[in-house]
């Protein structure tokens, strides 16, 4: 039972620290939001206020600051739960991409972007499709 707890504990803890994040992430940047005009943009969405805040304001804080944060989360959730997979699946708590050669399919196949393309998207996409050839996921 002890344990048990511990766990709910430690997640529930990180998941505060997560929200915590985001809130700082939305306050803080080129444009400061006060906490103020952070809560009201929000409120807007649900109740008829009236705003307080510049056009400027809710423009950073939806067309900039909501889906780069949004976006990390996700890459981040998504990064964990591959390294996870590759933890379970090799039973190693050390395993890495560099066990089946993902790293090396991915950095094979962005050299050879860089060389015939000049295009970033390129790029990015030879690299992740090499990585994936590479693992025999592209046959």
């Known amino acids: 039972m002890k344990s048990a707890n511990k ?6 803890g ?15 940047g080129r444009y400061p939001i006060a906490t103020k005009e952070l809560i009201g943009i929000l409120a807007s969405k649900i109740f008829p206020i009236d705003s307080f805040w510049t056009v400027r304001t809710e423009t950073v804080f939806f067309n900039i600051r909501l889906p780069r944060i949004l976006l990390s989360v996700l890459v981040g ?10 933890q379970g699946v090799f ?14 399919g991915a ?9 015939h393309y000049s295009n970033s998207y390129m790029i990015t996409i030879s690299a992740f499709c090499f990585s994936l ?3 025999g996921e592209l046959e």
């Open 7 to 12: 766990k709910r504990m430690i997640i529930l």
């Open 14 to 28: 990180l998941m505060v620290l997560l929200v915590f994040t985001i809130f700082l992430s939305f306050r803080f």
């Open 77 to 86: 959730a998504s990064l964990s739960a591959a390294g996870a997979a590759y």
């Open 91 to 104: 039973q190693n708590p050390m395993a890495a991409p560099d066990v089946l050669g993902a790293s090396a």
């Open 107 to 115: 950095a094979f196949g962005a050299a050879l972007a860089i060389l």
């Open 133 to 135: 050839l590479t693992e």
